[in-house]
């Protein structure tokens, strides 16, 4: 028992706690309103439901993961979304035209992710650019190469490479859990090896890092690498679950992806870990689903009841901002550590002469 | 064999002089920026170069100048305010459906009444927030942002909103000379008010403070919260301002007409020499910055490139713009 409230301690002080809690909270609340919902009160713990679930939100988890990494290491990313769209686009088009097999589109579109991170990477930590108006510019860019590659939304995926990923394996186990199961994997790797502490290094302090021996380019490089690698296996999730492409989608999921970090808990820099990234986005997720339930259950007690889906929105929205609000209990501490980090990720030099 | 040294050398000289001069001014380099850039559009289009392009060229920096106002103001008080574009949309749909086709002073002012205690509401709202919750300015700002686009859908439901009076559309788009746009008559009264605020007034000189060291500003006697949540309230009510504006230049409002001015507002703001550091920064260069801004967006379009090579092009610029000032120092140093 008493390891028991030492190991609960420990974890409350852990930078996922915020995120954590939040979570709980939203899957408590979507399981109770799914069940309302559908009559049924296990109607969640149905695989055809929580997989579809996690499938069609999978591509935005793992954004929020790969963001996470940039958060830790003091940079962010806000093209991280249409470099989602990138992935998809390369997928599809370098097979249709070429008629080169599957994988080797894949493989093209894991290149493509990789270089672009290199360059958005090359300008925010190489020419010490303010990360968030890289961004910006590179939303420009990638969407300019998206359209010049695929002008329109076309294409497919064949019939027997979507399907195992958008039906679970043995009927229990969605294919998506496994992706981001692995993922995490590899973090937690990392996280143990030398580059997971010159991660945090550089992170918290670069100039300490520095004094220490860590090059800071180098390891914001890296891990600018490594989000890109991250962003195409969620591209390859969005092209299985949407089984066609379209080279304008899912731009909204960078600037969502790094809210949905800062609601699990992740600071600028040295701070958190991709825990909070998962938990944040989702948090995400678990209430826009809640909401539909919840309006399609006023939808079917009241008669005339009808809501689009803009008041769903709004709905989702007003209780994002409501998670920010609840954070002011959760994290009290965390909050000096993150504004600090914030401030030096948008002042750059001028913040670090001022000290 | 000195005097061709000479020769060699003064030239170099006066360029580092200039250099030096420029790289002390912000402002100066984007005004210089601009007449380049507008250069080049002459060049590439001789015959575009006419009254309309003119009249044009200054509506659409008096719009932008006008919308950055806030988001200086903000910046310099060391925040930033990502809600400009969501509420100037908000104001801009306000304003023809309030309006619908009539023209009144009864129905001008319910208009500017309604949109400036619109814009208030959402400054104070972010005020708040950023205040109460200490997230980052950015983070609660786009939250709210949010919350406010979504409010027009459920609004409007995704559809346009009623017309702007074309009394008030003339008030806006009618070329003196056939070509000096009326807006500028809107900026001959809302810019001395920003220069006023920021330079002669008390309250200008405490955003300044605060934006240069809250503790310092604190301890001098300076409410600093207040401050802080009264640069978003103004903030708000510029933005509301810009958006009645725009809905005169549009004619008619949809949801988030005006989304885009959240960040080329703030780029506009940045590329004049206002940091993100906060404490630094001018309304002229905001306005040099916006010029910048709209000679940009009108030479690529000038350049006829098709629109995926225009945003790629676009993208590259402001990487360009922001390695001109933006680059902060080395770790080494």
């Known amino acids: 028992m008493n390891t028991l409230s030492v190991s609960l301690n420990k974890f409350r002080r852990t930078p996922a706690f915020t995120g954590f809690v939040l979570f709980v909270i939203a899957l408590l609340m979507n399981i109770l309103m799914q069940g309302i919902n559908s009559g049924k009160p296990l109607a969640f713990f149905n695989p055809n439901s929580y997989s579809s679930l996690l499938m069609t939100n999978a591509p935005f988890i793992l954004t929020a993961m790969a963001q996470s990494l940039l958060l830790i290491v003091g940079l962010l990313d806000i093209s991280i979304g249409i470099q989602l769209a990138l992935v998809n686009v390369v997928c599809i088009m370098v097979p249709q035209e ?55 939304p ?66 914001q490089m890296q891990a600018n690498l490594l989000k890109g690698f991250i962003v195409g296996i969620g591209g390859i999730c969005l092209t299985l679950m949407n089984a066609s492409g379209n080279p304008l989608q899912a731009e909204d999921y960078g600037l969502r992806s790094l809210i949905a970090c800062i609601l699990g808990g992740l600071g600028f820099g040295g701070w958190g870990s991709m825990a909070c990234g998962v938990f944040g986005a989702s948090f995400f997720v678990l209430i826009q689903n809640t909401v539909y339930h919840f309006f399609s259950y006023l939808t079917k007690v009241i008669s005339g009841f009808a809501a689009s889906t803009y008041w769903q929105n709004l709905v989702s929205d007003i209780i994002l901002l409501l998670g920010l609000l609840v954070t002011i209990i959760t994290a009290k501490e965390q909050r000096k550590t993150l504004k600090e980090g914030l401030l030096k990720q948008f002042k750059g030099g001028a913040a670090r002469d001022k000290q | ?183 500028v008559l809107y900026a001959a009264v809302f810019m001395p008010i920003v220069f006023w605020l920021l330079n002669r007034s008390k309250f200008g000189k405490q955003v300044y403070m605060v934006g240069n060291n809250r503790q310092a500003a604190l301890l001098t006697g300076v409410r600093v919260n207040w401050v802080i949540i009264a640069t978003y309230v103004i903030s708000g009510m510029m933005s509301a301002f810009a958006g009645i504006l725009g809905a005169g230049y549009k004619a008619t409002a949809r949801v988030d007409i005006f989304g885009e001015y959240a960040f080329t507002s703030l780029v506009a703001v940045i590329v004049g020499g206002t940091t993100f550091s906060g404490g630094v920064g001018t309304y002229g260069g905001t306005i040099a910055g916006a010029l910048l801004m709209t000679v940009l967006s009108n030479l690529l379009t000038t350049l006829r490139l098709p629109q995926t090579s225009r945003d790629i092009l676009n993208g590259l610029i402001i990487i360009l713009l922001l390695m001109t000032y933006n680059r902060s120092k080395a770790v080494r140093q």
């Not at chain 2, 200490?134 to 439901?157: E, H, K």
Request: hydrophobic share 55%; net charge positive; with cysteine.
């Open chain 1, 154 to 219: 076309q294409g497919k995926v064949p019939r027997e490479i979507y399907l195992p990923y958008q039906n679970p394996v043995a009927g229990v186990l969605p294919i998506a859990l496994l992706v981001l199961l692995a993922v995490f994997g590899l973090w937690l790797l990392i996280k143990r090896r030398p580059l997971g502490k010159h991660l945090y290094a550089v992170g918290g302090n670069p100039r300490n890092a520095y004094a220490a021996g860590i090059s800071p380019v180098k390891v």
């Open chain 1, 98 to 152: 070429l008629g080169v097999p599957i994988w080797v589109g894949w493989l093209c579109a894991m290149g493509a992710s990789l270089l672009i991170s290199a360059m958005v990477g090359a300008c925010s930590a190489v020419l010490r650019l303010p990360a968030m108006l890289v961004g910006y510019a590179f939303i420009f860019i990638v969407k300019g190469i998206n359209v010049a590659i695929m002008s329109k």
């Open chain 2, 1 to 183: 064999m000195t005097s061709s040294k000479n020769v060699r050398t003064t030239p170099g000289v006066h360029l580092g002089k200039v250099m030096a001069a420029l790289r002390r001014s912000p402002p100066l380099v984007a005004f210089l920026l601009s007449a380049l850039l507008f250069l080049i559009t002459i060049l590439i289009n001789p015959r575009g170069f006419n009254n309309r392009f003119i009249g044009s060229l200054i509506l659409l920096t008096t719009l932008l100048a006008i919308s950055s106002a806030g988001q200086t103001l903000v910046l310099i008080g060391g925040g930033m305010d990502f809600s400009v574009g969501a509420v100037m949309s908000a104001a801009a749909i306000i304003t023809t459906y309030t309006m619908d086709k009539q023209d009144s002073l009864m129905i001008y002012l319910q208009v500017l009444a309604l949109s400036l205690v619109m814009g208030a509401a959402v400054g104070l709202l972010n005020g708040f927030f950023v205040i109460r919750i200490g997230l980052p300015a950015m983070i609660v700002t786009m939250a709210v942002s949010n919350i406010i686009t979504r409010l027009q859908y459920v609004f409007t439901s995704g559809s346009p909103a009623g017309w702007a009076g074309q009394k008030f559309v003339d008030s806006v788009i009618y070329r003196f000379f056939d070509l000096i746009p009326a807006i």
